[in-house]
């Protein structure tokens, strides 16, 4: 079974520019999370979708934001880019992305698309 | 809301040393808990996770971590490391019931010499 897919793996941008980076989950997964990754802030969460709709989020400026197609496959989107947003931009895959007493749904990760921004 | 506090920022050790990476956790509700290894310009692998049941986990490639809950910890520990185990490993939890929402440490780079 292949794993999680992001596209592109690298992307240089200038500031104030625009980019969008995408996500193809593994076959039969239907929830995408979006994980920023930066060496002064680590990893932190963004959002997560499920079944087109966003279900959770992260304490991210509105400037990031996302969407899920109905094939599971995700995009998210960053607007007038600051340097601030250099960053390894991780998304993960679950079955449904929720957890249950006893249980729990594993995310497996992409190897991320890396933004640095100019 | 919760939180993840890795300890060591780097543990530098010989190679078939044991290894222990800490982890305490903050949380006013039930969490999972998880270690995660990162290999250079790689995405984010699960090594063990401790949902509920016996508070030894074992986990890949040898690892295991042990959960303490009077504690708040979640430590990660190998008898004997060897060079390839040489990466950078991130302790998270979850909250029960949430929607995919991993909150993570900051991260250990562990270094295994030779």
């Known amino acids: 079974k292949a794993g999680v897919t992001q596209t592109p793996r690298y992307l240089i941008k200038t500031r104030g520019q625009q980019v969008t980076l995408s996500c193809s989950p593994i076959?039969?997964?239907?929830?995408v999370s979006w994980y920023q990754q930066t060496p002064g802030q680590g990893l932190q969460f963004l959002f997560e979708?499920?079944?087109?709709?966003?279900?959770n989020k992260g304490n991210f400026p509105g400037r990031f934001s996302g969407r899920q197609f109905s094939n599971s496959r995700s995009e998210m989107n960053v607007s007038t880019l600051e340097l601030g947003d250099s960053a390894l931009y991780l998304c993960?895959?679950?079955?449904?992305?929720?957890?249950?007493?006893?249980?729990?749904?594993?995310?497996?990760f992409g190897p991320g698309t890396r933004l640095t921004v100019l | 809301a919760q939180s993840v506090t890795q300890l060591d920022s780097q543990v530098p050790v010989f190679e078939e040393a044991p290894v222990e990476l800490r982890c305490n956790y903050s949380?006013?509700?039930?969490?999972?808990l998880f270690w995660y290894v990162q290999y250079p310009n790689q995405g984010l692998q699960l090594l063990l996770k401790?949902?509920?049941?016996?508070?030894l986990v074992k986990g890949i490639n040898g690892f295991e971590a042990e959960f303490n809950k009077s504690q708040t910890s979640f430590h990660l520990r190998k008898p004997s490391v060897h060079i390839s185990d040489t990466a950078e490993y991130f302790c998270?939890?979850?909250?029960?019931?949430?929607?995919?929402?991993?909150?993570f440490g900051q991260g250990t780079i562990l270094t295994v010499h030779p």
């Open positions: 076959s039969g997964h239907r929830s």
């Open positions: 998270a939890v979850t909250r029960v019931a949430s929607y995919g929402k991993l909150t």
């Open positions: 979708y499920f079944s087109e709709t966003q279900r």
């Open positions: 993960a895959s679950s079955l449904s992305g929720t957890s249950g007493r006893g249980s729990y749904n594993e995310q497996f």
């Open positions: 949380s006013s509700v039930s969490v999972y």
């Open positions: 401790y949902l509920s049941g016996s508070t």
